[in-house]
């Protein structure tokens, strides 16, 4: 069964210092993946997506994510953090329909 | 439209009470997907539809919620008898076909029980 795992509930990081949210998924063929960010009160917002092309991806806003299979791992990273960045983000994976993580709540500190 | 739209934004119903909620895609996207999230939780999945095909229903929590899509386009989510546990944020989506593509959510539904 495909299931994906978001390995921290909650993240917290100084302003200008590097963010990783992790995750981690199961699935029985090559999966699509994605990030999506939900800033408070607001609906979600792809960041970005893997579908099989260039492991490493670039998405908005300066975050970018690799698909490692041999880890089954799609790490979300930015290098420096912005207090704009504090939302709740998703990781998800795509068979039919989308699959999400329990999401990690990321918190900026200044 | 140029993204997916949702009304009402907010509701607030008594117990017992029956809602609609009701999703507009974007033209042309013949996958629509219902989500529940509730406060501190993640995204729980209710029903999804493509295209013509019977619906994927299997996330329903119980016969009380019922959804349709009329001519492939404009959705209504259904709860009957609301209960208080009914309370969340409901967001409907839309995509196109294919494991390629991300979703495209509108801004949600608060239904609120009291």
């Known amino acids: 069964a495909q299931s994906v795992t978001q390995l921290d509930s909650h993240v917290s990081v100084s302003e200008g210092t590097p963010v990783l949210l992790r995750c981690n998924y199961s699935s029985s063929y090559s999966p699509s993946l994605f990030w999506y960010v939900q800033h408070p009160n607001k609906g979600l917002q792809l960041l970005l997506k893997y579908t099989s092309a260039a492991t490493l991806v670039k998405g908005i806003n300066g975050f970018e994510a690799e698909f490692k299979k041999s880890e089954t791992s799609f790490h979300l990273t930015k290098p420096s953090a912005h207090m704009s960045d504090a939302a709740e983000y998703f990781c998800a994976l795509r068979d039919d329909k989308i699959i999400f993580g329990k999401g990690t709540r990321l918190h900026i500190l200044p | 439209g140029a993204g997916v739209s949702q009304s009402p934004s907010n509701k607030v119903t008594e117990k017992g009470k029956d809602v609609e909620l009701r999703c507009d895609p974007i033209s042309g996207h013949t996958a629509l997907y219902w989500y529940r999230q509730s406060l501190g939780q993640g995204l729980e999945f209710l029903i999804y539809f493509q295209g013509n095909s019977a619906p994927d229903k299997s996330g329903l929590p119980s016969d009380r919620f019922s959804a349709e899509r009329t001519g492939g386009s404009v959705s209504t989510l259904t709860i009957q008898r609301t209960q208080q546990e009914d309370s969340a944020v409901y967001l409907c989506?839309?995509?196109?076909?294919?494991?390629?593509?991300?979703?495209?959510f509108g801004s949600g539904t608060r239904l609120t029980v009291v």
């Open positions: 989506a839309s995509s196109l076909p294919g494991r390629g593509y991300g979703y495209t």
